[in-house]
Protein backbone atom coordinates (compact mmCIF):
# COMPACT_ATOMS: atom_id res chain seq x y z
CA UNK A 1 0.00 0.00 0.00
CA UNK A 2 0.94 3.71 -0.30
CA UNK A 3 0.36 6.05 2.06
CA UNK A 4 0.51 9.60 0.76
CA UNK A 5 0.59 12.47 3.62
CA UNK A 6 0.41 16.20 3.10
CA UNK A 7 -0.97 19.58 4.37
CA UNK A 8 2.34 19.83 6.36
CA UNK A 9 3.84 23.76 6.41
CA UNK A 10 4.90 26.50 9.04
CA UNK A 11 2.57 27.78 11.50
CA UNK A 12 2.38 30.87 14.00
CA UNK A 13 1.76 29.60 17.37
CA UNK A 14 -1.87 29.18 18.07
CA UNK A 15 -2.23 28.50 14.43
CA UNK A 16 -4.19 25.89 12.13
CA UNK A 17 -3.33 23.16 9.87
CA UNK A 18 -4.75 19.84 8.56
CA UNK A 19 -2.81 17.07 7.38
CA UNK A 20 -4.02 14.23 4.69
CA UNK A 21 -3.17 11.21 4.09
CA UNK A 22 -4.39 9.24 0.92
CA UNK A 23 -4.29 5.67 0.32
CA UNK A 24 -4.03 3.30 -2.41
CA UNK A 25 -3.31 -0.45 -2.96
CA UNK A 26 -5.10 -1.80 0.17
CA UNK A 27 -8.77 -1.84 1.43
CA UNK A 28 -8.76 0.75 3.67
CA UNK A 29 -11.88 1.03 5.43
CA UNK A 30 -10.82 -2.38 6.72
CA UNK A 31 -8.11 -1.27 8.98
CA UNK A 32 -7.69 1.36 11.81
CA UNK A 33 -5.19 4.80 11.32
CA UNK A 34 -3.13 6.14 13.11
CA UNK A 35 -1.34 9.88 13.82
CA UNK A 36 2.35 9.78 14.85
CA UNK A 37 5.42 12.50 15.08
CA UNK A 38 8.64 12.43 15.05
CA UNK A 39 10.71 15.97 16.55
CA UNK A 40 13.96 16.31 16.49
CA UNK A 41 16.35 13.94 18.63
CA UNK A 42 13.04 12.87 20.02
CA UNK A 43 11.81 9.03 19.26
CA UNK A 44 8.83 8.83 17.29
CA UNK A 45 5.22 8.74 19.33
CA UNK A 46 1.83 8.10 18.78
CA UNK A 47 -0.54 11.16 18.42
CA UNK A 48 -4.16 9.95 17.28
CA UNK A 49 -5.78 6.55 16.03
CA UNK A 50 -9.15 5.85 14.43
CA UNK A 51 -10.93 2.78 13.81
CA UNK A 52 -11.80 1.25 10.93
CA UNK A 53 -15.26 2.87 10.62
CA UNK A 54 -14.36 5.89 12.31
CA UNK A 55 -16.83 5.15 15.64
CA UNK A 56 -13.69 5.34 18.07
CA UNK A 57 -10.76 7.77 18.42
CA UNK A 58 -7.91 8.17 20.84
CA UNK A 59 -5.34 10.91 21.40
CA UNK A 60 -2.37 10.95 23.02
CA UNK A 61 -2.60 13.66 26.22
CA UNK A 62 -0.64 16.11 24.85
CA UNK A 63 -3.42 16.33 22.15
CA UNK A 64 -6.53 16.27 23.56
CA UNK A 65 -8.55 18.93 22.82
CA UNK A 66 -7.04 20.72 20.13
CA UNK A 67 -6.30 17.98 17.43
CA UNK A 68 -8.97 15.64 15.65
CA UNK A 69 -8.57 12.66 13.63
CA UNK A 70 -11.41 11.95 11.00
CA UNK A 71 -11.71 9.48 7.77
CA UNK A 72 -13.22 9.25 4.91
CA UNK A 73 -13.78 5.65 3.27
CA UNK A 74 -14.97 6.83 -0.12
CA UNK A 75 -11.79 8.92 -0.33
CA UNK A 76 -9.56 6.35 1.33
CA UNK A 77 -8.40 9.45 3.25
CA UNK A 78 -7.23 9.75 7.36
CA UNK A 79 -7.33 13.63 8.13
CA UNK A 80 -5.96 14.97 11.19
CA UNK A 81 -7.11 18.80 11.92
CA UNK A 82 -4.67 20.56 14.56
CA UNK A 83 -5.81 23.67 15.89
CA UNK A 84 -3.96 26.18 18.55
CA UNK A 85 -0.52 24.50 17.36
CA UNK A 86 2.61 24.99 20.11
CA UNK A 87 5.78 25.44 18.95
CA UNK A 88 6.18 21.77 20.60
CA UNK A 89 3.83 20.29 18.23
CA UNK A 90 6.83 20.97 15.84
CA UNK A 91 8.14 17.63 14.04
CA UNK A 92 7.10 15.40 10.82
CA UNK A 93 3.99 14.10 11.23
CA UNK A 94 3.69 9.92 9.73
CA UNK A 95 0.48 8.17 8.88
CA UNK A 96 -0.01 4.52 9.74
CA UNK A 97 -2.54 1.89 8.29
CA UNK A 98 -3.00 -1.05 10.43
CA UNK A 99 0.12 0.06 12.94
CA UNK A 100 -0.78 -2.61 15.68
CA UNK A 101 -1.32 -5.39 13.14
CA UNK A 102 1.41 -7.96 11.22
CA UNK A 103 1.14 -6.12 8.36
CA UNK A 104 1.36 -2.44 8.99
CA UNK A 105 2.18 0.55 6.52
CA UNK A 106 3.81 4.15 7.18
CA UNK A 107 3.61 6.76 4.96
CA UNK A 108 7.00 9.23 4.28
CA UNK A 109 6.08 12.02 6.59
CA UNK A 110 4.91 15.45 6.73
CA UNK A 111 6.72 18.54 8.28
CA UNK A 112 4.85 20.40 10.88
CA UNK A 113 7.04 23.29 12.20
CA UNK A 114 5.43 25.87 14.47
CA UNK A 115 6.93 29.31 14.87
CA UNK A 116 6.94 31.16 18.55
Known amino acids: VQLQASGGGLVQAGGSLRLSCAAS????????MDWFRQAPGKEREFVAS????????YYADFVKGRFTISRDNAKNTVYLQMNNLKPEDTAVYYCALDPRGPHPDWGQGTQVTVSS
Open 25 to 32: GRTFSRYA
Open 50 to 57: ISWSGGNT
